[in-house]
């Protein structure tokens, strides 16, 4: 008995002398950027476009000090038998600074890159790695894409010049395999120049013609209509049309 007892009080003075110590110090997050945020990965046409915005704070809520590089890692992959949790066998697609984008285009406040060299049946995932001006690399996040045959383009397409405008129309698109027609895209590019087209409607159209407004006499434009597709849950959208050259002018 008084063995149980002494044994007892050793356990409770034990237990005493436990209270008040720390515990295990916890890692505090880290001084590295944070994921890129908004990111998305569109097929458009035969084309892969993957855009994403710069994160502005740190994994631990501080200020970045400058915008990050952003290292982007492409990877091929079978959709039959791919493995998410498999080893990463990703190789260094692009590394995007963003004082100097190209490979990317920047536009309201969104990086963009396209990706031409795709084909139907195969899956791509990117890895976007933001890195600090240390060059650590901070938190990663990885979007996935099955590419599909891409739906043929809008047809007809015919332009107009008027003063300081151009109208469009087009012969309307049939879909195809599956597909529900949901509207149509106007691209523009101003001749001789090399970046990407111009959206002109943010807003996709139900109809078969535009009026494009504000434009410089004697300035030809180039203007191209995709058709925006559903399939089951995904949106698609269709190759792009034959480009149509179209010069306002005053006397017109």
């Not at 002398?17 to 908004?38: E, F, I, T």
Request: aromatic share 6%.
């Amino acid at each position: 008995m008084k063995l149980f007892r002494a044994l007892a009080l050793i356990a409770l003075l034990l237990i005493i002398a436990a209270c008040g110590k720390k515990g295990p110090v916890r890692p505090l997050l880290a001084n590295l950027p944070d994921a890129v945020s908004a990111a998305e990965l569109v097929q458009r046409g035969d084309d892969l476009l993957l855009s994403w915005r710069l994160p502005t704070r740190n994994q631990n809520d501080s200020p970045l000090e400058a915008a990050p590089v952003v290292d982007i890692y492409r990877l091929l992959y079978d959709p039959a038998d791919y493995c998410p949790e498999c080893k990463d066998r990703s190789t260094l697609y692009a590394s995007i600074n963003p004082e100097l984008p190209e490979p990317a285009q920047f536009s309201d406040a969104r990086y963009t890159l396209h990706d031409r060299q795709v084909t139907a049946g195969q899956g791509y995932q990117y890895r976007l790695v933001p890195k600090n001006q240390h060059n650590l690399e901070g938190r990663s996040l990885s979007v996935r894409i099955v590419v599909v045959p891409p739906h043929e383009a809008p047809s007809g397409l015919q332009g107009t010049g008027l003063d300081q405008g151009a109208t469009l129309s087009w012969s309307p698109l049939t879909p195809t395999n599956g597909t529900d027609l949901l509207g149509y895209r106007v691209y523009r590019r101003e001749e001789g120049v090399t970046s990407p087209a111009t959206l002109l409607n943010q807003r996709l159209l139900t109809v078969t013609e535009y009026t494009d407004i504000n434009l410089v006499n004697d300035t030809e434009y180039r203007y191209q209509i995709s058709a925006v597709l559903k399939q089951g849950e995904r949106m698609l959208e269709s190759l792009a049309s034959t480009p149509v050259g179209v010069t306002p002018r005053k006397d017109l």
